[in-house]
């Protein structure tokens, strides 16, 4: 059976300002971001601010090509952990370089989201946003394998 493939045309709604160009060390939790949504969307936002957390859909902008991506990974390029597909990752190296990340919304004014803890870097395309809901987005108990603790 072949399978056609489709060409799929997204909407940036946004964008990401940080300052941020880079990964930071230690990582992502405490910085600060404003999400600066189109402002032909501000009233698409209007409830949002009832929200303690959104979930960020966005395009990993600054990364290979499709073509060049690897299928097989080291997680976080660390040899001392075990060899496996980028599907079984959170790598920014993928064929289609969606992330997503749930973050704490601290302030909604007009068109633009305060939020803390985005994994993107400046100038990063939002292609979404949406809220958390406990017992929805969460699962209670989840099976990791055990290199997962120690990233």
Not at 72 to 100: D, S
Not at 114 to 143: F, M, Q
């Amino acid at each position: 059976m072949t399978e056609e493939l489709l060409d799929i045309s997204l909407k940036v709604i946004g964008i990401v300002r940080n300052g941020i160009n880079q990964r930071p060390e230690p990582g992502w939790e405490e910085i600060v971001s404003e999400i600066v949504v189109d402002s032909r969307l501000t009233e698409a936002l209007d409830g949002l601010e009832e929200f303690s957390h959104i979930i960020v859909i966005y395009w990993i902008h600054q990364v290979p090509a499709p073509g060049q991506v690897p299928t097989k990974i080291h997680p976080r390029g660390r040899q001392e952990l075990p060899l496996v597909g980028l599907f079984a990752t959170r790598t920014p190296y993928r064929p289609n370089p969606v992330g997503v990340t749930t973050v704490r919304l601290l302030q909604r004014q007009g068109n633009i989201l305060k939020v803390e803890g985005l994994d993107a870097i400046d100038s990063t395309p939002v292609i979404d946003i949406k809220p958390y809901i406990p017992g929805l987005d969460a699962v209670t108990e989840a099976k990791v394998p055990s290199w997962v603790i120690k990233l």
